[in-house]
């Protein structure tokens, strides 16, 4: 059993990560810094200068900025903030927009002159935007974490003004304290009526976009086109209905999503094949909410080390977790799924992002079969062996070296990405 603090501490890592969001978290932090700017300022900018860090930019390039009438980009990110947003209302800042009002962002945005800059910082995740009207002029700055503001200055003066820090990890929970057993522990322990409130709304959420995503023409619907192609066997069911919510996403869909570790995207993969799992085994509420935390946990406990932003797919760590939560679901104990995520995270480690954009959903879709071959390669009795590439001697050195991988050998990776993108 955990200790009382530690399974605080989880608990409060749950609520820090699993929170609602409408759109793409890039360009929604981006909207808004752009609302709060319009809030500091009491006006409208007449102009506004954006320095945007390169992985912001990555992933804003190509995805449909939500209520915007199809909208692309830095700019309409920041015209439909200044024009609709409710700052209060933070990663959902844009979520009320009506359709009537599309035209007003549109014209913001074709009037109004926008200087965009990638400046050169160690920060992944940095958006500094200033705005100038009647004569005064005010700034807001998000670094690290797509809510955390850590800057806010009007006419000079500093009205807000946090450490600013080069750690994705800034102002949160240490998530140091993870790891697979304790995740474990945690997830078969710790009182529901804690945690259930996150899960149901994670559910629901994520299984009304993926709904969405399978009915209707979105992206390059790669989830319907597995369940046509593939049939409707729970294997393509939980890679189906993953990515079919991320086809609703990165086309513009205006219902929200329950993100993790910063991302919406991995926040419909590591919960939705374990939602439809849990369907096709007859499980209980109360197993579907513990294989769930299995997955969700697992998913951060990869991403901690990693960071929020990085040229690694996000959608592999989400993929990795859903597999674990799925084996969790079956009755799999702590070596099973300890060699389910080894066996995935070999399987896939390495795979770019290459911003987001509708390709991201058959990246989640190979994610999902990853953590699923993971699981069936331990019942086989074959797993991969420390040594294997970056695979270390237990799950712990893995999910570290993955980390390494990630943040220190794939920045020239990330810088060549994102050169090719600007081109």
């Not at 809510?147 to 080069?166: A, M």
């Not at 058959?362 to 590439?389: E, T, W």
């Amino acid at each position: 059993m955990l200790k009382p603090e530690i399974q605080a501490a989880y608990i409060a890592i749950l609520n820090e990560e699993l929170v609602p969001a409408t759109g793409c978290t890039e360009p929604i932090a981006v909207a808004y810094a752009a609302a709060k700017l319009r809030q500091v300022l009491g006006a409208q900018p007449e102009r506004v200068r954006a320095e945007i860090s390169g992985n912001i930019i990555k992933n804003v390039k190509s995805v449909v900025v939500p209520n915007t009438g199809g909208l692309k980009g830095i700019k309409a990110a920041i015209a439909v903030g200044i024009v609709t947003g409710e700052a209060d209302r933070e990663l959902e800042v844009i979520s009320s927009v009506p359709a009537g009002r599309h035209e007003e962002i549109a014209a913001y945005m074709e009037r109004t002159p926008m200087e965009l800059v990638c400046p050169d910082t160690p920060r992944m995740l940095d958006i500094r935007l200033t705005g100038w009207a009647g004569g005064h002029s005010a700034v807001v700055h998000i670094a690290n974490n797509h809510s955390n503001i850590v800057c806010i200055e009007k006419d000079g003066e500093r009205l807000l003004e946090k450490p600013l820090e080069n750690s994705s990890e800034s102002g949160l929970t240490d998530k140091s304290i993870l790891n697979l057993r304790d995740i474990l522990d945690f997830a078969g322990t710790v009182e529901l009526s804690r945690v259930s409130g996150l899960l149901e709304r994670q559910i629901q959420y994520n299984s009304a976009i993926a709904e969405e995503g399978l009915r209707h023409d979105w992206g390059a619907n790669i989830g319907s086109t597995l369940l046509k192609t593939y049939g409707d066997d729970v294997r393509v069911e939980a890679k189906a209905w993953a990515a079919a919510g991320s086809d609703a996403r990165m086309s513009g869909c205006e219902m929200p999503v329950v993100i993790n570790s910063g991302s919406g995207n991995q926040g419909i993969t590591s919960s939705l094949p374990v939602v439809r799992y849990a369907k096709h085994l007859g499980a209980t509420q109360e197993q579907l909410y513990r294989a769930l935390l299995v997955s969700d946990l697992v998913t951060i406990y990869q991403k901690a080390g990693i960071g929020r932003l990085s040229a690694y797919c996000g959608a592999v760590s989400a993929g990795v977790g859903a597999g674990a939560g799925i084996a969790y679901l079956q009755g799999a104990d702590y070596d099973a799924i300890a060699h389910t995520i080894i066996n995935a995270v070999a399987i896939l480690s390495g795979t770019i992002c290459d911003g987001a954009k509708p390709s991201c959903a058959a990246k989640i879709a190979a994610s999902v079969d990853a953590g699923l071959l993971g699981y069936q390669m331990y019942l086989s009795g074959r797993n991969f062996q420390g040594g294997d590439g970056i695979v270390g001697q237990d799950v712990g050195e893995t999910v570290a070296n993955v980390g390494v991988l990630a943040k220190e050998g794939m920045r020239s990776t990330d810088r060549t990405i994102l050169q090719i993108m600007t081109q």
